[in-house]
């Protein structure tokens, strides 16, 4: 080989390696860049998991009061390298899935991984986290408990 065919090869490998290597979202599918694939993710309220998403399952829960509000919750996806994150881009969403109406859901402006949870009535439901791209599912949790409870924990919610 000649020295000019020896630069052109080495060239296009030390461009490979810094192409692969400088990935700015490693979480990103390999195949399309538009589409996140999370292996789990978390429910982190007042800075600890309170639910856990992960191999499949879902652990853990929300508990609030009836006609209370639970303080902001969290979600962040969980990377295959044990990163938590949230996606970046308008075309990004994440939607809550109630089971049934013994609570709400309230996000304010701002606030697009992040809700609160009202108790309306006392009893067990469940929380279906979905992240959602361009009006699809990328990725779906299986439920979450929720358990609304007469003296339940939260702060007094005005209707």
Known sequence: MNRVTRFSIL???????????????????DNDNDHY????????????????????E???????????ETSLISVRFIAEDGDRFVPEGDEFSLELERG?????IEQHEGEDYEFHVI????GNSSLTVKLMHNGHADFVAAPFEVHVE??????????
């Not at 999370?38 to 309170?50: K, R």
């Not at 853990?60 to 209370?68: D, L, S, Y």
Request: with cysteine; net charge negative.
């Open 119 to 122: 108790g309306e009535v006392e």
């Open 58 to 68: 879902s652990s853990g829960g929300i508990e609030v009061g009836v006609e209370k």
């Open 100 to 104: 049934d109406d013994i609570f709400e």
């Open 150 to 159: 007469t003296d339940g924990p939260g702060e007094d919610h005005a209707h």
């Open 11 to 29: 060239s296009i490998i030390l461009l490979s390696f810094f192409a692969v290597s400088c990935d700015d979202n490693p979480v990103k599918d």
């Open 37 to 56: 694939e999370p292996t789990g993710l978390v429910l982190v309220q007042n800075g600890a998991e309170i639910a856990i998403y992960t191999d499949g």
